[in-house]
C-alpha cells in the first residue's frame, strides 16, 4: 500500500509498505478520508509534536475516518459515550482519538489520558492515517453514525478539540468571547462557542479568506487585526468591560498578549495554540485583574460530543474545507496547506 511517511525534517515521502497487521486490541481499518493538520504540517518542517520527536519512518496523519477491514485478537468495544454506539464490527465506519495515553501513569489512573505523561500519537510516535490501511487500537475508536459523510467525519477529532476548549474555558450562557485566529480549529471553537450560548462571538484574524469563511457560517463580528485595533473593538464592543472568554489559537507572541489585554478582569484566557516557542508576556495584568491562563491539549472524552454535533447538523465541520484530494496526493496536499493561506481545511479521500 501506499503511505506518506516522515523520516527528517522537510523529508516526507510518498512510499510503498506493507499492509499493517492488526495486534492483540487492534483493527485494520481502511481510511476513506483523512485531513490534513497544522500539527502535520509542523511534523514534516520541525520534527515533533508537543515536543515529542516523530519517530523516522513513521506514517504521517491522525484525522480520519475508515471502514474497518479486520478485527484483531483479544478486541474489546467499551461503551465510552452515551451518543455513540459501541457495536464495531467489520464493515463498521469508524473515527479514532489520535492521542495514545499509556494507561499506567499517574494521569491515566486518574483518567486525564490527554495529559498523560508518557503520551504517544497517531502518526507521531505510530503509524498514522495518511495510508491506504491504519491499524489503531480499538479503545480509541467510535462508530461513525450513517448521517455522518466522509468529509463531514475527517472533521470530528478537530470538532472534538474545540469541544474540550470550551468546556475548560467553563464559558456560561451569555458570556461574551473572544477568539483569536480563525484557521480550521479557531473556527471550530468560534462555532462551539456560539453553540454553547455565548452573546458575542468576536473572531480576529488577518486573511480575507478565513475572515470571509467565518462570516459566511454567520458570525457578525470578524476583525481585521491589521486593520482593526482588536483590543479597542472588544472594549468598545463589551462597554469597556473586556471579553469574559478569550480563546488564542493562534499561538504567537502577540496575539497571546492580546487576548490577555482584551479579556475582563475576572475572565479566561484559554490558550489553544501551541506557540513554537518561549512566549514573554506581562503577568502583572492576570495577577492583579485575577484572569486565568488556562491550557487546552487535544481531547478528553469528547468524541461522543463532537460525533453528536455533526450528526445532529448544530455544527458544520465542513465549511472550512476549501480543497479535496485524492490520498495518493497527500504531499501536494500538504505543500498547498502550508503555501497557501486559501487552503484552509485540506481533505484527502480514499
Ligand atoms: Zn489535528
Ligand atoms: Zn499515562
Known amino acids: 500500500m501506499k503511505a506518506c511517511k516522515y523520516f527528517g525534517n522537510h523529508d516526507v515521502r510518498l512510499v510503498d509498505t506493507e499492509v499493517p497487521r492488526p495486534e492483540s486490541g487492534e483493527l485494520l481499518v481502511k481510511v476513506l478520508a483523512t485531513g490534513i493538520c497544522g500539527t502535520d504540517l509542523h511534523i514534516s518542517t520541525h520534527g515533533d509534536w508537543i515536543g515529542k520527536p516523530a519517530r523516522p519512518g513513521v506514517t504521517m496523519g491522525h484525522e480520519f475516518v475508515g471502514d474497518v477491514v479486520e478485527i484483531g485478537p483479544d478486541v474489546q468495544f467499551l461503551q465510552k459515550y452515551p451518543q455513540v454506539s459501541s457495536e464495531i464490527s467489520v464493515g463498521s465506519r ?152 478569550a480563546f488564542e489559537v493562534a499561538g504567537l507572541s502577540e496575539t497571546v498578549n492580546q487576548a490577555i489585554s482584551a479579556v475582563r478582569q475576572g475572565g479566561r484566557l484559554v490558550q489553544v495554540g501551541v506557540p513554537t516557542g518561549a512566549v514573554t508576556v506581562d503577568l502583572r495584568r492576570l495577577v492583579i485583574g485575577e484572569i486565568e491562563l488556562i491550557g487546552e491539549h487535544a481531547t478528553h472524552w469528547d468524541f461522543g460530543t463532537a460525533i453528536d454535533l455533526i450528526r445532529t447538523g448544530r455544527v458544520d465541520v465542513t465549511s472550512v474545507i476549501t480543497h479535496t484530494l485524492p490520498l495518493e496526493q497527500v504531499l501536494e496536499g500538504m505543500e498547498l496547506a502550508k503555501s497557501s493561506m486559501e487552503a484552509v481545511k485540506v481533505v484527502l479521500e480514499a
Request: aromatic content about 4%; hydrophobic content about 40%.
Open 94 to 245: 469508524i473515527c479514532a482519538e489520535p492521542h495514545l495515553p499509556c494507561g499506567s501513569c499517574w494521569w491515566c489512573i486518574r483518567g486525564q489520558g490527554n495529559i498523560c505523561s508518557g503520551i504517544g500519537h497517531l502518526g507521531v510516535t505510530r503509524d498514522g492515517s495518511f495510508a491506504e490501511y491504519i491499524t489503531v487500537s480499538a479503545d480509541r475508536c467510535s462508530l461513525v453514525p450513517e448521517e455522518i459523510t466522509n468529509h463531514e467525519a475527517a472533521g470530528i477529532e478537530p470538532l472534538a478539540c474545540a469541544v474540550r476548549a470550551v468546556h475548560r474555558s467553563r464559558m456560561e450562557i451569555g458570556d461574551t468571547v473572544l477568539v483569536i485566529g480563525a484557521g480550521p480549529m479557531g473556527q471550530d471553537v468560534a462555532k462551539v462557542a456560539a453553540l454553547s450560548g455565548a452573546s458575542l462571538v468576536i473572531i480576529s484574524e488577518p486573511h480575507p479568506y478565513r475572515r470571509k469563511l467565518a462570516a459566511d457560517y454567520g458570525f457578525s463580528h470578524v476583525l481585521d487585526p491589521q486593520e482593526t485595533d482588536v483590543v479597542g473593538q472588544v472594549m468598545e464592543l463589551t462597554r469597556g468591560i473586556g471579553a469574559d472568554v
